[in-house]
């Protein structure tokens, strides 16, 4: 049987109106399926003409047309008509029957039409088919079957392509001749008809079909909006009689447009300007600055990947954010992803990024407003982000107060699940980006979002073996899309910036890269810049500048090693603290106490605190930062030692030692402390760490001397990082197994092989102080590369860095089960972006391997068994129920209970039945943001006194200044 012999309805069959595509939360109505199509396709057409960048849009258009004059009107008309056929597996028996009252009796069920399929699956098994009647096929590569399956995946997920039987197609996908036939033969035609009949596209490549799969959710998502639903089912509401599909069509595309003004989908742009007048705040650019300005113009005229490395506070922010608005222009995508390694540093960067593009964003139409992005698991807690007061749909309010004008503020919209990537700006954590890479719903979605911007992946570096494959695979398919990309980093190995640039330069279209091919980074100019181009030529700043880039000015840092003895597992620091904090406490200043675990930072603030009892007025101040605080408090504390040794603390007059301030201040804390925060410290203590942590541990200390702001005491002559290490305590005469040993809990945290090798060449530097920048590539190179180290380390370091090759090997090779495919291995199949090829446990789809997490919700329990937030039991109550009218809980009240929540490691209590006192409420089943919390209840005694959770054969003491303690 000929395709066009497989249909059952006459040219012009009209749809019937009376077949739904929209029914739930409509008040009893129900909205033709037809006009649910239309909307969608013309949402499609909007979304191409006002907010694709023109890059991607030139690329798609390249793609589908003839790539030497790209049609972009009629890729345009095609995509969209693509769009409007997402839903048309709705018209079967089985779907339809789904709400009450429509009556099917002339449409009786087919043998297999669509029972047990999705409707999504259904829509791509009968377009691979149908799609031929309107001309699809002929080419020697036909568009249809890869057509079909980018529509299977509305819904997040594509459907494997169908077994087709050449005799009699439809039938052997469970299709027959009939009145379900000829309504969806209807359907098409009369989409087909609405978008003036746009024809075959000349090629559709996978990639590009992935990323229009997420175009089609998009415009799907927008107008299935109730509020966009019923007011177009009340446009009809008292008329004559339905309009005509092409009416309907017409007033679809005036009124989709309000829909991207509400979502907060307009573009934020930035006219061309040079760095001066980018930053009018820096007189005199650095020398790094001044060299990307100078010279990157010349080479990003298609984009690229450009890599900086330089030391911590040489303003690689400011020098990335110029990148990014050249790279931008050059390549037609205005929009920013700025990828962070933390909530916390995503958080500060997101406020630096909005003064940016208030200063810098060219002022949008009035009523067309655009959303800058935060993106994190807890954004929505960020009363900078989500102000306080409740936001409604297409309500624009400034997060600095009601009622005030904020050209960027959130909206509910862009809140809900898996959108914050399509706002034109956004910034988050680097896993917001990763799920791209991830066979995971909706990855097209993320895809797509991403592929209208210029992407920013700030500490490039502070990626494990796990997250380096999911990176690189990001950036190959960066590449392939042509998205202009802004690799940051102060301590970055050459080999793995090699594997970075390479990832990005084999996705990009041309030859295949081949095994004997040069490495494109073989050594990094350190304080530098590289620019990688499509085209895999790679230009360094030492090619271009006649000299090394010169650096700012900063005084060798003092590294001294200090042994603390171990004793049954733990280190006892406290006589190296009272030693090296001995003029602190006389003369005032500020160091930090970096520890490994936060039980070790626990244990440490309890001795300090012990010690500073005694000293009356001398006592500094102390504070505790790690990641087991609630939300809330930790947020506080982040931003208290911001305040007072950022910038801007000297002009508050907060920073000890100053007049008025002669008490120290000493804050213990986490690795938490170690990236992107802007701190300057006198004086640094911390574990040993791999050197490239301890480097980025150091950029905190005497980090503004340059500015000439900061006064410091006089024992603070010199920066100076005093480095913890193991050693055996000889106190008791006895030898103990454990002594000397590093403890077990650093162990779990870095490798040992890598905590020896930089013992041992930190001891080979004896008295020899740190230059910054001169050293620093060195010292993050050899630790890995110089062999000789083996020489000055246990015997046993070599089987230490056999396991940990082996360790990191493992990691590798799990992330290559999880990421996407590469584009060039898709072939003419999407299945593999959503579906694994191996059977995997779902905890395996993370973007950091075995940092799977919990919050968990500390609550009190007073003596008549009511259950509160806040310790004294009388302010804040556990809210039980929602007191939204519905039902729901209010944003305030989601607030109030995640503000208090912390995350801690899954453990192997998690997961299995939770005893009854530490499950949620009832109603929070329907929460999505509380359902999964574990609730950690503390019995308050008539005294006032507080019992600890008992969970997993733990208790759990919610410590008003220490955080969360867990003890077994």
């Given at each position: 049987?000929?395709?066009?012999d497989?249909?059952?309805?006459?040219?012009?069959?009209a749809?019937?109106?009376?077949?739904w595509?929209?029914?739930r939360?409509?008040?009893?109505?129900?909205?033709?399926?037809?006009?649910?199509c239309?909307d969608?396709?013309?949402?499609a057409l909007?979304l191409?003409?006002?907010?694709?960048?023109?890059?991607?849009?030139a690329?798609?258009?390249?793609?589908?047309?003839?790539?030497?004059?790209p049609?972009k009107?009629?890729?345009?008309?095609?995509?969209?008509?693509?769009a409007?056929?997402?839903?048309?597996?709705?018209?079967?028996?089985?779907?339809?029957s789904?709400?009450?009252?429509?009556d099917?009796s002339?449409?009786?069920?087919?043998p297999?039409g669509?029972?047990?399929?999705?409707?999504?699956?259904?829509?791509?098994h009968?377009?691979?088919?149908?799609?031929?009647?309107?001309?699809?096929?002929?080419?020697?590569?036909?568009?249809?079957?890869?057509?079909a399956?980018?529509?299977?995946g509305?819904?997040?997920?594509?459907?494997?392509?169908?077994?087709i039987?050449?005799?009699?197609?439809?039938?052997?996908?469970?299709?027959a001749?009939?009145?379900?036939?000829?309504?969806?033969?209807?359907?098409?035609?009369?989409?087909?008809?609405a978008?003036?009949r746009?024809?075959?596209p000349?090629?559709?490549?996978?990639?590009?079909?992935t990323?229009?799969?997420?175009?089609?959710?998009l415009?799907?998502?927008?107008?299935?909006?109730?509020?966009?639903?019923?007011?177009?089912l009340?446009?009809t509401?008292?008329?004559?009689?339905?309009?005509s599909p092409a009416?309907?069509?017409?007033a679809?595309?005036?009124?989709?447009?309000?829909?991207?003004?509400?979502?907060?989908?307009?573009p934020?742009?930035v006219?061309?300007?040079?760095?001066?007048?980018?930053?009018?705040f820096?007189?005199t650019?650095?020398?790094?600055?001044?060299?990307?300005?100078?010279?990157?113009p010349?080479?990003?005229?298609q984009?690229?990947l450009v890599?900086v490395?330089?030391p911590?506070?040489?303003?690689?922010?400011?020098a990335?954010?110029?990148?990014?608005?050249?790279?931008?222009?050059?390549?037609g995508?205005?929009?920013?992803?700025?990828?962070?390694?933390?909530?916390?540093?995503?958080d500060?960067?997101?406020?630096?990024?909005?003064e940016?593009?208030?200063?810098?964003?060219?002022?949008?139409?009035?009523?067309r407003?655009?959303?800058?992005?935060?993106?994190?698991?807890?954004?929505?807690l960020?009363?900078?982000?989500?102000?306080?007061?409740e936001?409604?749909?297409s309500?624009?309010?400034?997060?600095s107060g009601?009622g005030?004008?904020?050209?960027?503020?959130?909206?509910?919209?862009?809140?809900?699940?898996?959108?914050?990537?399509l706002?034109?700006?956004?910034?988050?954590?680097?896993?917001q980006?990763?799920?791209?890479?991830?066979?995971?719903?909706?990855?097209?979605?993320?895809?797509?979002?991403l592929?209208?911007?210029?992407?920013?992946v700030d500490?490039a570096?502070?990626?494990?073996?796990?997250?380096?494959?999911?990176?690189?695979?990001l950036l190959?398919w960066?590449?392939?899309?042509?998205?202009?990309?802004?690799?940051?980093s102060?301590?970055?190995?050459?080999?793995?910036a090699?594997?970075l640039?390479k990832?990005?330069?084999?996705?990009?279209?041309?030859?295949k890269?081949?095994?004997?091919?040069?490495?494109p980074?073989?050594?990094?100019?350190?304080?530098?810049?590289l620019?990688?181009?499509p085209?895999?030529?790679?230009?360094?700043?030492?090619?271009?500048?006649p000299?090394?880039?010169p650096a700012?000015?900063?005084?060798?840092?003092?590294?001294?090693?200090?042994?603390?003895?171990?004793r049954?597992g733990?280190?006892?620091?406290?006589?190296?603290?009272?030693?090296?904090?001995?003029?602190l406490?006389?003369?005032?200043g500020c160091?930090?106490?970096?520890?490994?675990?936060?039980?070790d930072?626990?244990?440490?603030?309890?001795?300090?605190a012990e010690?500073?009892?005694?000293?009356g007025?001398?006592?500094?101040?102390l504070?505790?930062?790690?990641?087991?605080?609630?939300?809330q408090?930790?947020?506080?504390?982040?931003?208290?030692i911001?305040?007072?040794?950022?910038?801007?603390?000297?002009?508050?007059?907060?920073?000890?030692?100053l007049p008025?301030?002669?008490?120290g201040?000493?804050?213990?804390?986490?690795q938490?402390?170690?990236?992107?925060?802007?701190?300057d410290?006198d004086l640094l203590?911390t574990?040993i760490?791999p050197?490239s942590?301890?480097l980025?541990r150091?950029?905190?200390?005497?980090?503004?001397?340059?500015?000439g702001?900061?006064?410091?005491?006089?024992?603070?002559?010199?920066?100076?990082m005093?480095?913890?290490?193991?050693?055996?305590a000889?106190?008791?005469?006895?030898?103990?197994?454990?002594?000397?040993a590093f403890?077990?809990?650093?162990?779990a945290?870095?490798?040992?092989?890598?905590?020896?090798r930089?013992?041992?060449?930190?001891?080979?530097?004896?008295?020899?102080?740190?230059?910054?920048?001169?050293?620093?590539?060195a010292?993050?190179?050899?630790?890995?590369?110089?062999?000789?180290?083996?020489?000055?380390?246990e015997?046993?370091v070599?089987?230490?860095?056999?396991?940990?090759?082996?360790?990191?090997?493992?990691l590798?090779t799990?992330?290559?089960?999880v990421?996407?495919?590469?584009?060039?291995?898709?072939?003419?199949?999407l299945?593999?972006?959503?579906?694994f090829?191996?059977?995997?446990?779902e905890h395996?789809?993370a973007?950091r391997?075995?940092?799977?997490?919990?919050?968990?919700?500390c609550?009190?329990v007073d003596?008549?068994?009511g259950?509160?937030l806040?310790?004294g039991?009388?302010?804040?109550?556990?809210?039980e129920v929602?007191?939204?009218?519905?039902?729901?809980?209010?944003?305030?009240?989601?607030r109030?209970?995640?503000?208090?929540t912390?995350p801690?490691?899954?453990?192997?209590?998690?997961?299995q039945?939770?005893?009854?006192?530490?499950?949620?409420?009832d109603?929070?089943?329907?929460?999505?943001?509380?359902?999964?919390?574990?609730l950690?209840?503390?019995?308050?005694n008539p005294?006032g006194?507080?019992?600890p959770?008992?969970?997993?054969?733990r208790?759990?003491?919610?410590?008003?200044l220490?955080?969360?303690v867990?003890?077994?």
């Open positions: 049987m000929a395709a066009d497989c249909f059952g309805g006459e040219p012009g069959q749809v019937d109106l009376a077949l595509g929209k029914e939360g409509l008040d009893g109505a129900r909205y033709p399926l037809l006009h649910h239309l969608t396709a013309a949402a909007v191409w003409r006002e907010y694709l960048s023109p890059g991607m849009r690329n798609l258009a390249a793609a589908l047309t003839d790539p030497a004059a049609d009107d009629r890729a345009g008309r095609t995509i969209a008509f693509w409007g056929l997402h839903d048309l597996g709705k018209l079967t028996h089985s779907f339809q789904q709400a009450k009252g429509v099917l002339g449409y009786p069920p087919e297999d669509g029972e047990a399929r999705p409707h999504a699956t259904v829509s791509g009968w377009l691979a088919v149908a799609l031929k009647t309107l001309g699809y096929g002929t080419g020697h590569r036909d568009p249809a079957p890869l057509v399956q980018l529509l299977s509305h819904h997040g997920r594509f459907a494997e392509h169908p077994t039987h050449a005799t009699d197609p439809l039938a052997s996908l469970g299709f001749p009939g009145p379900w036939e000829e309504q969806r033969q209807a359907l098409l035609e009369t989409v087909f008809a978008l003036d746009p024809g075959q000349d090629a559709l490549p996978a990639p590009e079909a990323v229009i799969c997420g175009l089609v959710i415009a799907d998502w927008l107008v299935s909006q109730r509020g966009f639903v019923l007011a177009r009340a446009d509401a008292g008329a004559d009689g339905p309009p009416a309907h069509f017409a679809s595309l005036q009124r989709v447009p309000r829909l991207l003004d509400e979502a907060g989908l307009r934020i742009t006219a061309p300007a040079t760095f001066a007048e980018s930053f009018p820096i007189t650019p650095n020398g790094l600055q001044r060299s990307l300005a100078e010279h990157l010349a080479l990003c005229g984009g690229g890599l490395t330089a911590m506070g040489e303003g690689k922010t400011e990335a954010l110029h990148a990014a608005d050249l790279l931008g222009a050059a390549t995508r205005p929009g920013r992803y700025l990828a962070l390694p933390t909530m916390a540093t995503a500060q960067m997101y406020g630096r990024l909005k940016y593009a208030n200063a810098r964003a060219e002022p949008a139409p009035p009523g407003p655009s959303t800058l992005a935060l993106l994190h698991a807890m954004a929505w960020n009363p900078e982000y989500v102000p306080d007061h936001l409604q749909v309500t624009v309010l400034s997060s009601p005030s004008a904020d050209r960027f503020a959130a909206t509910d919209w862009l809140l809900g699940p898996k959108r914050g990537l706002a034109s700006w956004s910034v988050g954590t680097v896993d980006a990763l799920m791209a890479a991830l066979r995971a719903k909706h990855t097209m979605l993320r895809l797509f979002g592929a209208q911007k210029v992407v920013i500490e570096h502070a990626v494990d073996p796990y997250m380096q494959v999911l990176l690189e695979r190959h960066l590449g392939r899309l042509g998205v202009p990309v802004v690799l940051l102060a301590t970055l190995h050459h080999r793995t090699n594997s640039v990832a990005y330069l084999s996705g990009c279209p041309g030859k890269w081949r095994r004997s091919d040069p490495a980074v073989t050594a990094l100019s350190y304080p530098g810049w620019h990688a181009a085209s895999r030529v790679v230009t360094t700043s030492g090619e271009l500048e000299g090394p880039i700012t000015e900063r005084e060798p840092l003092t590294v001294e090693l200090a042994g603390v003895p171990v049954n733990r280190a006892d620091r406290i006589g190296v603290l009272k030693a090296r904090l001995a003029g406490v006389e003369q005032g160091a930090a106490v970096v520890c490994t675990t936060v039980a930072s626990q244990a440490t603030v309890d001795a300090l010690w500073f009892a005694g000293l007025a001398r006592a500094p101040e504070r505790l930062l790690h990641a087991r605080f609630p939300n408090q930790r947020t506080a504390i982040t931003e208290e911001t305040g007072r040794f950022g910038k801007n603390g000297p002009a508050k007059g907060l920073r000890p030692g008025g301030q002669p008490r201040y000493v804050l213990v804390a986490t938490v402390v170690e990236q992107s925060l802007d701190l410290l203590i574990d760490a050197i942590l301890l980025q150091a950029g905190r200390c005497w980090r503004h001397q340059h500015l702001t900061v006064t410091r005491p006089a024992w603070a002559d010199r920066p100076r005093v480095v913890l290490v193991p050693e055996k000889s106190a008791a005469g006895r030898e103990d197994a454990e002594d000397g403890p077990m809990g650093w162990r945290v870095y490798p040992v092989s890598l905590l020896k930089t013992r041992a060449m930190l001891r080979r530097r004896g008295t020899d102080p740190v230059r910054i920048p001169e050293d620093v590539q010292l993050v190179d050899d630790v890995y590369d110089d062999e000789t180290l083996a020489a000055d380390v015997a046993d070599a089987a230490d860095d056999v396991a940990r090759l082996g360790a990191e090997m493992a590798r799990l992330a290559k089960n990421v996407v495919p590469e584009p060039r291995d898709m072939g003419r199949d299945i593999g972006m959503t579906k090829e191996i059977d995997l446990s395996l789809l973007t391997f075995g940092a799977g997490s919990v919050r968990v919700l609550c009190y003596t008549r068994g259950r509160w806040d310790r039991c009388g302010a804040q109550p556990l809210p929602g007191e939204e009218k519905d039902g729901s809980f209010s944003r305030k009240q989601l109030a209970v995640m503000a208090q912390i801690v490691r899954a453990d192997s209590w998690y997961g039945a939770l005893p009854e006192g530490n499950r949620p409420p109603a929070w089943a329907e929460s999505f943001h509380l359902r999964d919390l574990v950690l209840p503390h019995r308050v005294d006194s507080v019992e959770a008992e969970l997993g054969g208790s759990w003491l919610l410590d008003p220490k955080g969360l867990v003890e077994k």
